[in-house]
């Protein structure tokens, strides 16, 4: 490797000193990628795409924001009517929170068909988990800065959550609000905190990069790769293929911007924040739902908040509560079949987040939780007891080119 | 590495006490500096300062219920009528969530002061307007979750683990208390 890949001089004369450009080319250009992935792998691509958006259209926002209790509202409004293309730039924000999280769930549940997530891919898992609750606490924490209605509520019963600690929750309440209640202080750091989080997520996102790259992506035979015969290089193949991806992404954003910007907003929102009066239902935003359903199905204050937080929890040590080696559900005749219960039970659970907390929903709500713990806690350990699990293909080229590509994939194999 | 033997070991011993007492200086040092930052997220000294409120009752008719504004948080002040009196006080405290009894929490029996916080998550319960849903036990209704509570802002159904807070208060003369 003597003579630089590279024909233009200054690029030449740049990573010689500083090798940036061969990393690039090594891990986005030449980097082998399975040649079976199918369209649920475009959606971490996806997902980096909305980081972005989200980052540039949050700091142009920030220029025209005010924190402070008197002035967010209105300031929020003045970006609405006054600023020039502040409307469009609010509503790619505020649509952009909402798919973000669309792709990143998406993401997620890609991982948990395909068993993404088993060795040895377990960190890059974590780290995916992790940025989950930092877009979590992100997201939360900026829907708190226009400072309507639900901005308010939301914030006083998230933070509440806090007081169910024993001992300390109160302190820790006083701590978090900087006052005796959401107040201007808590605007000013949240403001502070929606700011700075974004960029640590791209921290974390850059780890999740490197353990995605040391083992390369999981594939939806789930099966490692076995040689090159396997793979193809991620440019153009997987280049053009996320731009594609992106493009069909990028036309239902703008409808959602341009045709239907409040469609996942709710309209008390658009009322100035009141701490003496609380409307009459109180709902977070429809990403947070199925976790709010949980919280409200069990009918203790601390219980609900530790189920709360444990549905995240078990996302944390799912490599180590799975018991099955067998990464697709391809060829998991049974688990194939609880995973898409667990895709309506949490889908259910987003649902019954969104109604009062009366009645049947009260009881769907105990039987969905329960489920869904039962899917993570009982069900994974133990069905690979019971599970037969189907033969698995030789290797990726042969379930799709037939006898030829199983004898050479075995000749690559006897080589080794 | 020294050959001698004890030397090493005389050696080993002390570079394991410097490097321990080492290490628990420079942790010593982060928490000290770490603190500040930490606790200026408290409530500033300003927002302590604000930390009182005066209330006069002298127009609150029987029936009537005022709110007011006290370290950003809605206080209830209800002229109690006899017959909700009666009620909150003749009611047996068994199988309450949080038994206490009408006199723990109201010293003037006619004004009822109470945080409009609901203890659940803190939404602001329902019933100090004359319309509102005012809940099983009549006193106060939180549409957040669903808790209800009675004559005397205590808990009787509902996730809400306990009864609405009392602040402290006093009267400075027979129709105006000092809230905080
Ligand atoms: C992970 C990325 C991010 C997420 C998920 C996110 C989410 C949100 C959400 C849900 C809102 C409320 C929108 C509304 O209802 O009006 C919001 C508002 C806001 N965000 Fe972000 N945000 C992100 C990144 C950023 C960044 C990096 C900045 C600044 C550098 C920023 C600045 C703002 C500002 C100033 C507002 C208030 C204006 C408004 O409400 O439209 N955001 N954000
Ligand atoms: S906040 Fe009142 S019932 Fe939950």
Same mark, same amino acid.
């Given at each position: 490797?003597?003579?630089?890949?590279?024909?233009?001089?200054?690029?030449?004369?740049?990573?010689?000193?500083?090798?940036?450009?061969?990393?690039?080319?090594?891990?986005?250009?030449?980097?082998?990628?399975?040649?079976? &992935?199918?369209?649920?792998?475009?959606?971490?691509?996806?997902?980096?795409?909305?980081?972005?958006?989200?980052?540039?259209?949050?700091?142009?926002?920030?220029?025209?924001?005010?924190?402070?209790?008197?002035?967010?509202?209105?300031?929020?409004?003045?970006?609405?009517?006054?600023?020039?293309?502040?409307?469009? !730039?609010?509503?790619?924000?505020?649509?952009?929170?909402?798919?973000?999280?669309?792709?990143?769930?998406?993401?997620?549940?890609?991982?948990?068909?395909?068993?993404?997530?088993?060795?040895?891919?377990?960190?890059?898992?974590?780290?995916?988990?992790?940025?989950?609750? &930092? *877009? *979590?606490?992100?997201?939360? *924490?900026?829907?708190?800065?226009?400072?309507?209605?639900?901005?308010?509520?939301?914030?006083?019963?998230?933070?509440?959550?806090?007081?169910?600690?024993?001992?300390?929750?109160?302190?820790?309440?006083?701590?978090?609000?900087?006052?005796?209640?959401?107040?201007?202080?808590?605007?000013?750091?949240?403001?502070?905190?929606?700011?700075?989080?974004?960029?640590?997520?791209?921290?974390?996102?850059?780890?999740?990069?490197?353990? &995605?790259?040391?083992?390369?992506?999981?594939?939806?035979?789930? !099966?490692?790769?076995?040689?090159?015969?396997?793979?193809?290089?991620?440019?153009?193949?997987?280049?053009?293929?996320?731009?594609?991806?992106?493009?069909?992404?990028?036309?239902?954003?703008?409808?959602?911007?341009?045709?239907?910007?409040?469609? *996942?907003?709710?309209?008390?929102?658009?009322?100035?924040?009141?701490?003496?009066?609380?409307?009459?239902?109180?709902?977070?935003?429809?990403?947070?739902?199925?976790?709010?359903?949980?919280?409200?199905?069990?009918?203790?204050?601390?219980?609900?908040?530790?189920?709360?937080?444990?549905?995240?929890?078990?996302?944390?040590?799912?490599?180590?509560?799975?018991?099955?080696?067998?990464?697709?559900?391809?060829?998991?005749?049974?688990?194939?079949?609880?995973?898409?219960?667990?895709?309506?039970?949490?889908?259910?659970?987003?649902?019954?987040?969104?109604?009062?907390?009366?009645?049947?929903?009260?009881?769907?709500?105990?039987?969905?939780?329960?489920?869904?713990?039962?899917?993570?806690? !009982?069900?994974?350990?133990?069905?690979?007891?019971?599970?037969?699990?189907?033969?698995?293909?030789?290797?990726?080229?042969?379930?799709?080119?037939?006898?030829?590509?199983?004898?050479?994939?075995?000749?690559?194999?006897?080589?080794? | 590495?020294?050959?001698?033997?004890?030397?090493?070991?005389?050696?080993?011993?002390?570079?394991?006490?410097?490097?321990? +007492?080492?290490?628990?200086?420079?942790?010593?040092?982060?928490?000290?500096?770490?603190?500040?930052?930490?606790?200026?997220?408290?409530?500033?000294?300003?927002?302590?300062?604000?930390? +009182?409120?005066?209330?006069?009752?002298?127009?609150?008719?029987?029936?009537?219920?005022?709110?007011?504004?006290?370290?950003?948080?809605?206080?209830?002040? $209800?002229? $109690?009528?006899?017959?909700?009196?009666?009620?909150?006080?003749?009611?047996?405290?068994?199988?309450?969530?949080?038994?206490?009894?009408?006199?723990?929490?109201?010293?003037?029996?006619?004004?009822?002061?109470?945080?409009?916080?609901?203890?659940?998550?803190?939404?602001?319960?329902?019933?100090?307007? +004359?319309?509102?849903?005012?809940?099983?036990?009549?006193?106060?209704?939180?549409?957040?979750?669903?808790?209800?509570?009675?004559?005397?802002? $205590?808990?009787?159904?509902?996730?809400?683990?306990?009864?609405?807070?009392?602040?402290?208060?006093?009267?400075?003369?027979?129709?105006?208390?000092?809230?905080?």
């Amino acid at each position: 490797m003597s003579k630089s890949k590279f024909k233009n001089p200054v690029v030449k004369w740049i990573d010689h000193r500083l090798p940036v450009f061969s990393f690039m080319d090594h891990e986005l250009n030449h980097y082998p990628t399975p040649k079976n &992935l199918n369209y649920f792998w475009n959606f971490g691509s996806l997902a980096g795409f909305a980081l972005v958006t989200m980052i540039v259209t949050g700091i142009v926002l920030s220029m025209n924001y005010t924190a402070h209790v008197d002035y967010a509202f209105d300031s929020v409004e003045r970006i609405m009517r006054d600023v020039n293309h502040g409307w469009l !730039i609010r509503y790619i924000h505020m649509n952009g929170a909402s798919f973000f999280f669309i792709v990143v769930y998406i993401h997620i549940f890609r991982g948990l068909y395909y068993g993404s997530y088993k060795a040895p891919r377990e960190l890059l898992w974590i780290l995916g988990v992790l940025i989950l609750l &930092l *877009m *979590m606490a992100t997201a939360f *924490m900026g829907y708190v800065l226009p400072w309507g209605q639900m901005s308010f509520w939301g914030a006083t019963v998230i933070t509440n959550l806090f007081s169910a600690i024993p001992l300390v929750g109160e302190s820790i309440v006083t701590w978090l609000w900087g006052g005796f209640s959401v107040d201007n202080s808590t605007l000013n750091r949240f403001f502070s905190l929606h700011f700075v989080l974004p960029f640590v997520i791209v921290g974390v996102v850059i780890l999740h990069l490197i353990a &995605l790259h040391r083992f390369g992506s999981n594939n939806p035979i789930g !099966i490692d790769v076995k040689g090159t015969q396997d793979t193809v290089p991620f440019s153009p193949y997987y280049t053009i293929k996320d731009l594609f991806g992106l493009s069909v992404f990028l036309s239902f954003f703008a409808a959602a911007v341009f045709f239907f910007p409040n469609f *996942m907003g709710h309209p008390d929102n658009y009322i100035e924040a009141n701490p003496m009066v609380t409307p009459a239902h109180i709902v977070p935003e429809w990403y947070f739902l199925p976790f709010y359903a949980i919280l409200r199905a069990i009918p203790d204050k601390l219980g609900g908040v530790l189920f709360m937080f444990g549905a995240i929890a078990v996302l944390f040590v799912l490599p180590w509560l799975d018991r099955s080696s067998v990464r697709s559900s391809q060829f998991r005749p049974i688990y194939k079949i609880f995973f898409w219960i667990l895709l309506f039970d949490c889908i259910l659970l987003g649902y019954l987040g969104a109604m009062p907390a009366e009645g049947i929903y009260v009881i769907l709500s105990r039987i969905a939780t329960a489920y869904y713990f039962f899917h993570f806690l !009982i069900l994974f350990p133990l069905l690979p007891y019971i599970e037969k699990t189907k033969p698995l293909p030789i290797s990726i080229s042969e379930p799709i080119l037939g006898g030829a590509a199983t004898a050479s994939a075995f000749a690559t194999r006897e080589k080794k | 590495m020294p050959k001698n033997s004890k030397s090493k070991n005389n050696n080993e011993g002390k570079r394991d006490f410097l490097i321990i +007492s080492t290490y628990a200086m420079a942790g010593i040092g982060a928490a000290a500096v770490a603190w500040p930052l930490i606790d200026q997220m408290n409530p500033a000294a300003d927002t302590l300062a604000l930390a +009182s409120t005066e209330v006069d009752l002298s127009s609150l008719e029987e029936g009537q219920a005022i709110t007011v504004t006290w370290r950003g948080k809605p206080v209830f002040v $209800r002229h $109690r009528t006899p017959e909700e009196i009666k009620l909150a006080k003749e009611v047996s405290l068994d199988d309450m969530r949080h038994p206490e009894t009408d006199e723990e929490r109201v010293p003037n029996e006619k004004f009822i002061v109470l945080v409009g916080v609901c203890t659940h998550l803190g939404c602001v319960p329902l019933g100090q307007k +004359s319309g509102d849903v005012k809940g099983q036990y009549g006193g106060w209704f939180c549409p957040c979750h669903g808790s209800h509570y009675d004559h005397s802002g $205590r808990i009787r159904k509902g996730p809400a683990p306990t009864n609405l807070e009392v602040p402290s208060y006093k009267f400075l003369s027979d129709n105006v208390i000092k809230i905080g």
